[in-house]
């Protein structure tokens, strides 16, 4: 079993920044992919980012290219997301995933096992 626990959200306005955290416990994380997804109130649960167990892979959703980085440090067993440029359509509970299997395609919510209880990021207009 994996635990995650997502930290770093909070309010800040449309062009400011924030740093989220996922920490893993339970087991080592250097064997998964890990992911960020997104819900907004009223809609589905999206795609953010994310990194392929060997830290050699990244995909991101095309809403957030270029602004946000998706990292992670095996060492302390943590995923980060740095969101930069933020814009009020960002606000939602964001969620860490972590999944063993996944050797292809990293964005899809289905194939992840384990989920944080996610962390509420709001931006401000």
């Known amino acids: 079993q994996v635990q995650l626990v997502e930290s770093g959200g909070g309010l800040v306005q449309a062009g400011g920044s924030l740093r989220l955290s996922c920490a893993a416990s339970?087991?080592?994380?250097?064997?998964?992919?890990m992911a960020w997804f997104r819900q907004a109130p009223g809609k589905e649960r999206e795609f953010v980012a994310a990194?392929?167990?060997?830290?050699?892979?990244?995909d991101y959703a095309d809403s957030v290219k270029g602004r946000f980085t998706i990292s992670r440090d095996n060492a302390k067993n943590t995923l980060n997301l740095q969101m930069n440029s933020l814009k009020p359509e960002d606000t939602a509970v964001y969620y860490c995933?972590?999944?063993?299997?996944?050797?292809?395609?990293?964005?899809?919510?289905?194939?992840?096992?384990?989920w944080g209880q996610g962390t509420q990021v709001t931006v401000s207009s």
């Open positions: 339970g087991r080592t994380i250097s064997s998964y992919a």
């Open positions: 990194i392929s167990w060997s830290g050699s892979r990244f």
């Open positions: 995933a972590a999944d063993n299997s996944i050797l292809g395609i990293l964005g899809r919510a289905y194939e992840y096992e384990y």
